[in-house]
Structures are given as C-alpha cells and as structure tokens.
C-alpha cells in the first residue's frame, strides 16, 4: 500500500544531513554509577515527541512520534527519514502514535534463539505499533503492524482495537513485549475509568496477549469467561513492559496517581490491584482502597512519591557488567534513569541523568548493551562506557 512516495523529505534528507549533524563532541554528560564510568551522546534533537523506539541494527532505528509519524533514523548518516502511519490515529491528551516494537525472528530459527530482547534485527521483519485509535470523538488503544522492508513500510494490518473506548484522552497504555512462544503482549492503562480495570470483561487497565497475526490464543485466562485477550488486569497505566528471556518472565511497570508506581511481575490470570489496592493517593490527598488484600498482587517495587515510569527493560548486557540484572525505568516527571536491585531486599535504587533536566520517554539496548533514550523534547541519546 505505501512505497517511497509516503517518505516525507526523502529529497529534504541531504539537506537535513548538515543540520542534523552534530560537533565532533556531542557529549552531554559524564558520570559513575556503581563503578561504571558513563557518557551521554546527543545522537539526534530533531525528532518530535518520539514515543517509542527499536533497532534494525546498532545504528539503524525506528521512532514512533505521538503525532503519528514513524520516523527512520540512520545515526551514523544523518539521515532522518519520516511518514504518516496510515492509522486514524486521536493523538490528543495522552493518545496518539505509540509503542514500537520489531518482532523477533521467527522460532523456527535456530540460530536465533539466544538472541535477547534487545538485540539487532535485520531487514523483513514485521513492526508492531500501538496507538489510540480515532472513532468520532473516543479512541482506544490499538495494535497494529507493517512489514520492514528495503527502507520501506509495506502492508500495513490492523491487529486489534480494544474494547477501551472513552471520551477520555488519558491513561492509554501502552507498550508492547514478545515472548519467544508466539506471542505479543500490549498494555492498555483505566482510560480514565478506573472501576473498569477490576472488570474482566473488558481490556481497559488490561495487559493483554495475542498470537503474532492477533489471534486469541485458547489457554489465555478469560477466554472463557470474560474478555478473551485479557491477560492480566487491575492495572493503572502500564507503561512499561519487558519479556525477559533469560527467566522467561514478562515485567510490567506502571503509573500511580500520587505515589504508588509500581514494578510488577506478570502472571497470567492475576489481578494487580487497581483501584482497590494501591499506596498512592488521590492528587487532592485521601487514600485510595487500600495497601494490600490478599487476592491481589503486590508490587516488587513501588515508588512513593512518583517518578512517573515510561519504559521498562532489565539489564542483562556485557557493556555495563556492575549493573546486571537491574530493573531500568526511564522517568517523566522524575526526570532520570531509574536503575533498582530488586535482589536486594529492600529493593535497592539508583537515579543517574538528573543532570539533563529532561522528561524521558523510552529505552532500549543496542547490540553491545549501550542505552539508547528518547525525551520528550525530541533528543536521542546513547548512555555508552567512557573510554
Ligand atoms: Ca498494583
């Protein structure tokens, strides 16, 4: 369906090449954490409110902007390359163009099967997206994908449009996770509704899971007996979900209100909580429900106050070898990356990146276990060992 012509700015891209480039130094920031000499390179400011990010390859990347632009982004050209999604995207409020996430190889792939979440894809690969789907003037959230091809997007497919339409422009969800099963895992947040996240018949405060073409798989929870997609429920706004294949384990982090941010680990079936079980409190200052009851799942971590919890991965990569096995959040409102040892008991926690003063929207791994991040203000940054 679409081809080079939907390339906005494929001529435009030689002439952004200068502006894009950058000064010899484009290091932002240096720093230590547990041992670890770091610095922050500006690979890019000239994307607008990106959302979500993944890798073709340790230098090839694709952004998804809340507008409902995909964005191309080659870090050691220069080159930027951006199209319209052709979704009916609401990108009002919290909504729009979403999470992006390439799917791994095929199972059938030996060769492949060590491969973790995070490392480099080549070409043909199917890309998935999330995105609050525009009906009058409701929307919910969506998944759907494309196929990657030679620089182009091709047959663009609709997977599933959950059942959380509101008025609302809040509380969308919403990334997404693959298992090395077949299967794909999307969040979708109370949507403003938070009584709703406690009703199985519905995907609204749901994780939910689907085959990779977005079928319901039958040994799903509530294919019976509620909505069938569901995989997890009670939640608030998931925003962060990782697949970790080293314990082959889906993790979830997730928005309070005031307080109460939460890492939960995901089980299918279980209910995490929301709005009946949560630390935080109402922006105006009353509890809400109460702090534990015992047919819900507790977090493994909550951050009181909030630090507004965008994106979630854990650490399993050979560049930073003292921060193994750490749950890393990027942070809105707190403004940092957020790094917890949840093999300590209490959780023990790191904030790195306060210096930047920026809001941070999402992070992923390239190849050698360097952490790309987006902010909101359009920056792409790489957190890599100092030399
Ligand atoms: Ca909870």
């Known amino acids: 369906m679409l081809s080079t012509k939907f390339w906005i700015g494929l001529t435009t891209a030689t002439a952004l090449s200068s502006q894009l480039a950058l000064a010899a130094d484009n290091i932002i920031l240096r720093a230590e954490l547990l041992g670890e000499a770091f610095q922050v390179e500006q690979l890019s400011n000239e994307l607008r409110s990106p959302w979500g990010l993944d890798l073709i390859s340790d230098h090839q990347l694709l952004i998804s902007e809340k507008s409902g632009h995909l964005v191309w982004l080659d870090i050691e050209q220069q080159q930027l390359l951006r199209q319209a999604v052709p979704f009916e995207i609401n990108s009002s409020g919290q909504g729009g163009l979403l999470d992006i996430k390439i799917a791994p190889a095929s199972s059938g792939s030996s060769d492949r099967s060590t491969s973790s979440d995070e490392s480099s894809r080549s070409d043909g690969s199917w890309v998935y997206l999330t995105y609050s789907k525009a009906q009058g003037r409701q929307a919910a959230t969506a998944l759907g994908r494309f196929q990657w091809l030679n620089h182009q997007a091709s047959d663009w497919q609709e997977l599933w449009v959950s059942d959380s339409w509101q008025n609302s422009g809040q509380h969308f969800g919403s990334r ?19 009584d709703q996240s406690q009703n199985v018949s519905n995907a609204i405060g749901g994780i939910l899971r689907l085959t990779l073409d977005g079928q319901v798989p039958q040994d799903n929870p509530f294919v019976d007996s509620g909505y069938p997609a569901l995989w997890s429920y009670g939640h608030r706004n998931p925003q962060g979900l990782f697949f970790d294949h080293t314990t082959n384990s889906l993790w979830s982090n997730e928005h309070g209100p005031r307080g109460g941010d939460e890492i939960n680990l995901i089980q299918p079936g279980a209910n995490y909580g929301w709005p009946r079980v949560t630390t935080g409190r109402e922006y105006w200052g009353p509890r809400i429900g109460t702090t534990s009851l015992p047919s819900m799942v507790d977090p493994l971590h909550d951050w009181t106050p909030s630090i507004a919890p965008s994106s979630l991965l854990i ?43 920026e809001r941070l929207r999402a992070a992923r791994l390239d190849s050698e276990g360097r952490i790309l991040i987006l902010t909101d203000s359009g920056r792409l940054l790489r957190v890599s060992p100092a030399p």
Do not use: K
């Open 315 to 357: 650490y399993r990569q050979p560049a930073f070898a003292n921060w193994q096995s750490l749950f890393i959040s990027t942070a809105l409102a707190g403004q940092h990356l957020n790094l917890v040892d949840l093999r300590q008991r209490p959780a023990v926690e790191y904030r790195i990146l306060t210096e930047l003063n």
């Open 176 to 194: 997404i996770a693959f298992d090395q099963q077949g299967h794909v895992f999307f969040s979708v947040g109370d949507r403003g509704d938070r």
